[in-house]
């Protein structure tokens, strides 16, 4: 037979000399509902593997109203740490059945808008969203026409919706205090002139170290810009470090990478004289000659709720949940 003709359960059936309702009541996992013998079937999943049986999904996905899919949006999936998000969400997503679609919105909720129309499109069942800034609304309409979706990483605290998050106060309130603890009197945090709560939480911790050390006076955060924060950093931090800066919190791991470029060029020495601090590890870190002690995000314990929360909501429906789970602090030695 050709390798090209599509197989199907008639073929199978005339193979196996059975009627093609007793093929489709095996394939489909109801040999035991519609009472057919173990040989029989056994049988039939035997032919209908060594003619390379391929299921019909999409008339599956109509009978059942499922697809077994679903959408990742992310910023930027070669951002590591959405890169690392998209693996380990491919990997439990197949554990549970599901198969993973991937977008990236370049933080533009234009371009996140028709992602996310083209994944609904596509018939995903459900979307694991990263929102882009001033995206409340496109968020808003997904939730009220009953689209099944988690945020993850940031959030929206007006809107009733799932999300999945670091808990990004803790986190840099931690990272702050260790810089202070160290006896880094000016510490400096970077952060991304962006109006989204993960960014607000950040310096929100950060403030919050500072003014318990009574450093009210001391805290200083300046914003770089999303789109060109090499550029930024470029411009800023040289003129930040002569003015007595002695340590840095960066607020997300691209930040750190752009700073840390910035900082190498302003000549040898200078970087092993500053405290680093920010959010993940990264393995270009390594070609600094500088320690920057970090908060790992447990990546795969946010993934495996966000998913079985999305999984709760296309199955059950639309209920809300939230978890804000703590990250881990890692001491990089001098």
Do not use: W
Not at 315 to 332: D, H, K, Y
């Amino acid at each position: 037979m050709s390798s090209l003709k599509k197989i199907s359960l008639k073929d199978i059936a005339e193979a196996a000399g059975v009627s093609t309702a007793l093929v489709s009541f095996v394939l489909n996992g109801k040999k035991k509902e519609y009472r057919v013998g173990e040989e029989t079937a056994q049988r039939i999943l035997k032919i209908a593997n060594e003619m390379n049986y391929q299921p019909n999904l999409a008339a599956k996905s109509l009978r059942s109203g499922k697809t077994k899919t679903i959408g990742l949006v992310v910023s930027d999936i070669s951002n590591p740490f959405f890169s690392q998000l998209a693996r380990v969400l491919e990997d439990e997503a197949t554990k549970r059945g599901y198969t993973v679609l991937f977008g990236s919105s370049d933080e533009d909720k234009d371009k996140m808008n028709r992602v996310v129309s083209n994944l609904i499109n596509k018939g995903v069942d459900g979307l694991i969203i990263v929102p882009c800034d001033n995206s409340e609304k496109s968020i808003a309409s997904l939730v009220n026409n009953n689209i099944p979706i988690v945020l993850f990483d940031r959030y929206f605290p007006e809107l009733n919706v799932s999300y999945v998050a670091l808990n990004n106060f803790n986190a840099s309130y931690i990272l702050t205090k260790h810089l202070l603890n160290a006896g880094y009197n000016a510490p400096c945090m970077v952060a991304y002139d962006v109006n989204l709560i993960h960014m607000k939480e950040r310096i929100r911790g950060y403030k919050k170290a500072m003014d318990e050390t009574g450093k009210r006076n001391l805290a200083n955060v300046v914003f770089l810009k999303q789109d060109a924060p090499r550029k930024s950093a470029d411009r800023l931090l040289p003129k930040i470090i002569d003015g007595g800066v002695d340590a840095f919190l960066f607020a997300t791991n691209m930040i750190s990478l752009a700073c840390l470029y910035t900082i190498k060029d302003m000549g040898e020495g200078i970087i092993g004289k500053i405290g680093l601090v920010g959010f993940d590890g990264n393995p270009v870190f390594d070609f600094f000659d500088a320690p920057i002690s970090y908060i790992q995000q447990p990546i795969d314990v946010l993934v495996q709720k966000a998913l079985e929360i999305l999984i709760d909501i296309i199955i059950n429906g639309n209920t809300v949940q939230s978890v804000l789970a703590e990250g881990e602090f890692i001491e990089m030695a001098p």
